[in-house]
């Protein structure tokens, strides 16, 4: 209902994104960031989070977010425009995917494009069983689930 709610002068937009996280960002990822944001053939972008201080002073099993150690959360995106420019855009973003793997154990689910049960459960961590039995209790038929979503225990 909320998007319903955009003014129609607002244009949508339409992108495919790579997020994850990195304990270690070493020359090599910074070498391949460079090569992947220079000259691409489309509107790109890329948020880095450096997550350190405070956030890593609180217990993972505390909240759902479970990265709770230093490093740096990515966010690299990839814009384009209906009806062919998707293809594009999903290389680009596989491409640099394939360069620069993320770490296996988390992710900035705020910043996470359509994913797999496996990436989210991934995402959460140790902490996703915990998650799946509130869901089970405040939303066991699964209305919530157009998110990185989490399956009801």
Request: proline share 9%.
């Amino acid at each position: 209902k909320l998007e319903q709610m955009t003014p129609a002068e607002i244009p949508p937009s339409y992108e495919e994104h790579y997020s994850g996280f990195f304990a270690e960002f070493d020359g090599r990822r910074i070498e391949t960031l460079a090569q992947a944001f220079t000259n691409p053939q489309l509107p790109v972008n890329c948020f880095l989070i450096h997550l350190h201080g405070a956030v890593t002073r609180v217990p993972a099993t505390a909240t759902p977010f479970p990265i709770r150690r230093e490093g740096i959360a990515i966010d690299a995106a990839a814009y384009w425009k209906p009806p062919h420019g998707q293809p594009a855009a999903v290389q680009w973003v596989e491409s640099l995917k394939s360069k620069m793997p993320a770490d296996q154990d988390g992710d900035y689910v705020n910043v996470m494009d359509r994913v797999s049960e496996s990436e989210v459960r991934r995402a959460y961590g140790g902490n996703y069983a915990r998650l799946q039995h509130l869901k089970a209790k405040y939303d066991p038929e699964n209305q919530f689930s157009l998110n990185q979503n989490i399956r009801p225990a």
